[in-house]
């Protein structure tokens, strides 16, 4: 019976070539095979190293049609290692599905340390780092993102977000708009040469924000738990809702439920027998 091969889980540099860990310039050379988010631009990386393993693409768009042909191979004895265009694959990046699938059916998969673009953004941010969520990208959807958010109204964790330069104005206006002036970092060209960090708050940042490029960590503070008010009932939240956004009670109900975590139509009939009383 032939052994199931490896898949290594390679993070690649975010920027700075210098940091491309020794050891996956190794694990590049002698695996059977790489899978790359972008192959135009892994060639780069991979003739900068000197490294000659053949490629395959593995995007979000190919995720389901080609997970099942490299798992075949993996179950072949082969061994894969997949990279993404930078940082760390599967973390808002291409790679959870294979990597999921992978482990379900015992697949050895062994992950490579390296540069990951939100851990150097907080790290260095000076906000607390005991205890934090990481969000990645927000929903491009007006709605979806605004819902999103406010289910994060009451998170008491520093909050990590990644986002484009062309939606950073827009995205740190919603959060001023639905959390309130936090303190906030942004960090761009992470480990490039017009590396940058900015802290301050929301209105501060927004100041000083104007047609960047590339792409943006946001570290958002999370809210002191002595400010959150257990005791609101739930026709008060919707009515701040309304209040503080401009929404109609339709929204402010959705917008209750994600904060909440219930389903809508829950929360829908138990605002009608407040609004009763």
Same mark, same amino acid.
């Given at each position: 019976?032939?052994?199931?091969?490896?898949?290594? *889980?390679? %993070?690649?540099?975010?920027?700075?070539? #210098?940091?491309?860990?020794?050891?996956?310039? @190794?694990?590049?050379? #002698?695996? /059977?095979?790489?899978?790359?988010?972008?192959?135009? &631009? !892994?060639?780069?990386?991979?003739?900068?190293?000197?490294?000659?393993?053949?490629?395959?693409?593995?995007?979000?768009?190919?995720?389901?049609?080609? !997970?099942?042909?490299?798992?075949?191979?993996?179950?072949?004895?082969?061994?894969?290692?997949?990279? +993404?265009?930078?940082?760390?694959?599967?973390?808002?990046?291409?790679?959870?599905?294979?990597?999921?699938?992978?482990? /379900?059916?015992?697949?050895? *998969?062994?992950?490579?340390?390296?540069?990951?673009?939100?851990?150097?953004?907080?790290?260095?941010?000076?906000?607390?780092? /005991? =205890?934090?969520?990481?969000?990645?990208?927000?929903? @491009?959807?007006?709605?979806?993102?605004?819902?999103?958010?406010? +289910?994060?109204?009451?998170?008491?964790?520093?909050?990590?977000?990644?986002?484009?330069?062309? $939606?950073?104005? /827009?995205? *740190?206006?919603?959060?001023?708009?639905?959390?309130?002036?936090? $303190? %906030?970092?942004?960090?761009?060209?992470?480990? =490039?040469?017009?590396?940058?960090?900015?802290?301050?708050?929301?209105?501060?940042?927004?100041?000083?924000?104007?047609?960047?490029?590339? #792409?943006?960590?946001?570290?958002? %503070?999370?809210?002191?738990?002595?400010?959150? &008010?257990?005791?609101?009932?739930?026709?008060?939240?919707? #009515? &701040?809702?309304? =209040?503080?956004?401009?929404?109609?009670?339709?929204?402010?109900? =959705?917008?209750?439920?994600?904060?909440?975590?219930?389903?809508? @139509?829950?929360?829908?009939?138990?605002?009608? $027998?407040? &609004?009763?009383?």
């Amino acid at each position: 019976m032939i052994a199931y091969g490896t898949l290594y *889980i390679a %993070c690649t540099p975010i920027g700075n070539l #210098e940091d491309m860990p020794p050891r996956t310039v @190794r694990i590049l050379k #002698e695996v /059977d095979l790489i899978a790359a988010e972008d192959t135009r &631009n !892994t060639i780069k990386l991979l003739n900068h190293f000197d490294i000659h393993t053949s490629m395959t693409s593995y995007h979000k768009f190919s995720e389901k049609s080609k !997970t099942g042909g490299l798992l075949e191979m993996l179950k072949n004895g082969k061994n894969i290692a997949l990279v +993404s265009d930078a940082g760390m694959p599967g973390i808002s990046d291409p790679g959870q599905i294979f990597i999921k699938e992978a482990a /379900d059916i015992g697949i050895n *998969i062994i992950p490579i340390p390296g540069p990951s673009a939100f851990v150097l953004a907080l790290a260095a941010s000076g906000l607390p780092t /005991d =205890k934090f969520a990481f969000e990645g990208f927000l929903p @491009r959807e007006n709605n979806l993102r605004i819902r999103q958010l406010y +289910s994060l109204k009451d998170e008491t964790k520093t909050m990590i977000f990644y986002e484009a330069g062309n $939606r950073i104005e /827009d995205t *740190i206006s919603e959060m001023k708009k639905i959390l309130g002036n936090r $303190r %906030c970092v942004i960090a761009r060209e992470l480990t =490039k040469k017009f590396e940058e960090i900015k802290r301050g708050n929301f209105d501060s940042i927004l100041s000083y924000i104007s047609n960047f490029k590339g #792409e943006f960590v946001i570290i958002v %503070c999370g809210k002191p738990a002595d400010l959150i &008010n257990p005791e609101v009932s739930l026709k008060e939240e919707i #009515e &701040n809702i309304q =209040k503080e956004l401009g929404v109609t009670a339709k929204e402010a109900i =959705k917008l209750a439920a994600a904060k909440l975590n219930k389903p809508k @139509r829950e929360v829908y009939n138990e605002y009608l $027998r407040e &609004n009763k009383n």
